[in-house]
């Protein structure tokens, strides 16, 4: 027998890699979703953003951005979310200490 593979398969990574893949994940799609916003203002100028809501940048010939901006915003907020998933991760920070 192959005792190679395991089932179930047992991750090889430690719980706080997998917490800070998805924090700078979670940063970095932020960021984006910001940017994106940002540029649709600027692309659309037609839209005042005090009078309308974003989802009304779908109606221009940008939508393609918004899209995109959806997209980021939704990655941002499921891996920062992930987060939480391991208690037991350590930033490195005296509050973890606390626990």
Do not use: C
Request: glycine share 6%; aromatic share 14%; proline share 5%.
């Amino acid at each position: 027998m192959n005792n190679t593979a395991k089932w179930p398969l047992e991750s090889t990574r430690n719980p706080s890699q997998v917490a800070e893949l998805a924090a700078w994940l979670a940063i970095l799609a932020t960021g984006a979703t910001i940017f994106l916003l940002v540029s649709l203002h600027a692309l659309s100028p037609e839209f005042s953003p005090s009078w309308r809501v974003i989802s009304e940048y779908a109606f221009g010939h940008y939508a393609w951005v918004l899209s995109l901006m959806f997209l980021s915003w939704s990655i941002g907020s499921w891996s920062g979310r992930s987060i939480h998933d391991f208690p037991e991760a350590d930033f490195g920070t005296e509050s973890s200490n606390l626990r």
